[in-house]
């Protein structure tokens, strides 16, 4: 059994997934840990829950790895676990996964997005930092946005709380943009947007895909704590 938490980083996962992967909604804490005690041989963790929510607890995803469990994580929670368990034999993939383990990236909000519910399909009403920098890079590198612009766009957006931050409030936020520069770099940014948690989370499904649900022997003990216990 392939268990695969996705979310707002791929509403339309049922396109990507094979047969024998199940698909479940961003997982909060306890959810992995259920998945490995219900015999999932191979784990997708791509969405998670996290501001009403406990989070996914890296203690869990290590009692996965203990028990032989392959685990991936992409994207958005899944790319930030990665990050943080890939030395003790979490895979992470993607794009979004390299930065936070190369400490390119290190702020936890910039995978973070306003959405709908799972019954709209988890429509995005915001855009999340790492998209925005993938957009602009992409932009940058067909000549259609100055580094400049890009730099005062960037500078604009990270400033921005998560649950507002669109191109309409980066741009118009920004006072080195002239009003008559503002349409055109609306327009530019919205055909070339660059949606990298999508692009890391099929990556990951094609992973798990791939996957014999084997990991390598854990390098580490799992130790028994007052907070935790295999019981």
């Not at 309409?168 to 948690?197: A, M």
């Amino acid at each position: 059994m392939k268990v695969i938490f996705v979310g707002p980083s791929l509403p339309d996962a049922r396109r990507f997934v094979a047969e024998d992967m199940i698909i479940r909604p961003p997982a909060t804490q306890g959810d992995v840990r259920l998945a490995v005690d219900e015999g999932a041989r191979a784990i997708g963790l791509i969405d998670g829950a996290f501001e009403y929510v406990a989070p996914v607890w890296h203690k869990e995803i290590l009692y996965g790895l203990s028990k032989g469990v392959a685990i991936f994580g992409a994207a958005s929670m899944g790319a930030l676990r990665a990050a943080e368990c890939h030395t003790f034999g979490m895979t992470g993939i993607g794009e979004i996964f390299k930065a936070y383990a190369a400490e390119t990236l290190v702020d936890d909000a910039d995978v973070a997005l306003l959405h709908g519910p799972e019954e709209l399909g988890y429509v995005a009403i915001t855009i999340p930092m790492v998209n925005v920098d993938a957009t602009l890079a992409r932009c940058c590198a067909d000549g259609l946005v100055s580094d400049r612009e890009a730099r005062w766009l960037k500078e604009i957006a990270r400033s921005l709380f998560f649950k507002v931050r669109s191109w309409n409030t980066i741009v118009r936020n920004c006072p080195q943009i002239s009003n008559t520069r503002t349409e055109e770099l609306l327009r530019i940014l919205n055909n070339n947007y660059v949606d990298q948690k999508k692009a890391d989370a099929i990556a990951l499904i094609e992973a798990l895909r791939r996957s014999d649900g084997r990991s390598p022997p854990p390098s580490f003990v799992l130790n028994q704590t007052s907070l935790w216990s295999d019981g």
